[in-house]
């Protein structure tokens, strides 16, 4: 597959068309792959609960728009906030770490990469905080 400005602009239709306001691609070649590996557009207003991945790192790229990435502590307080931009900063999630992100633009595609097959995030992995 060549992932062309073709793919990313019907990615970001389907995204602005979702109501969720996202859309992913798989790039994995099965569902048995031993990794996750995809193509994720987002567009501003999307929301993404504070999560943490307990058995695997996650790598982020920004291939367009802009976004930020936001870490968080056990008890919900803001740590750190990345700013992502094509051709700016990647950004290694450890495992654990509690963290989501916001789209800055429209138009956002990022990849995003995992260890092992995918898994639904369980209640345990989604952080609840009251402001």
């Not at 990794?35 to 982020?60: C, F, K, W, Y």
């Not at 740590?79 to 051709?87: E, F, L, N, S």
């Not at 495992?95 to 956002?108: A, F, I, V």
Request: glycine share 8%; with cysteine.
């Amino acid at each position: 597959m060549i992932i062309d400005q073709h793919i990313l602009d019907e990615l970001t239709a389907e995204a602005k068309a979702s109501p969720r306001l996202r859309m992913n691609l798989d790039l994995r070649n099965s569902p048995a792959d031993g990794s996750q590996r995809m193509l994720n557009a987002i567009e501003p207003g999307t929301v993404l609960p504070i999560h943490r991945h307990r058995t695997s790192s996650e790598t982020v790229v920004c291939l367009r728009g802009h976004s930020e990435e936001y870490f968080y502590d056990a008890e919900g307080r803001l740590t750190d906030t990345i700013d992502m931009v094509p051709g700016g900063t990647i950004i290694n999630i450890p495992s654990g770490q509690w963290h989501n992100l916001k789209s800055l633009e429209s138009g956002t595609v990022l990849l995003e990469c995992k260890d092992g097959p995918w898994e639904p995030l369980g209640e345990e992995d989604i952080l609840r905080v009251t402001v």
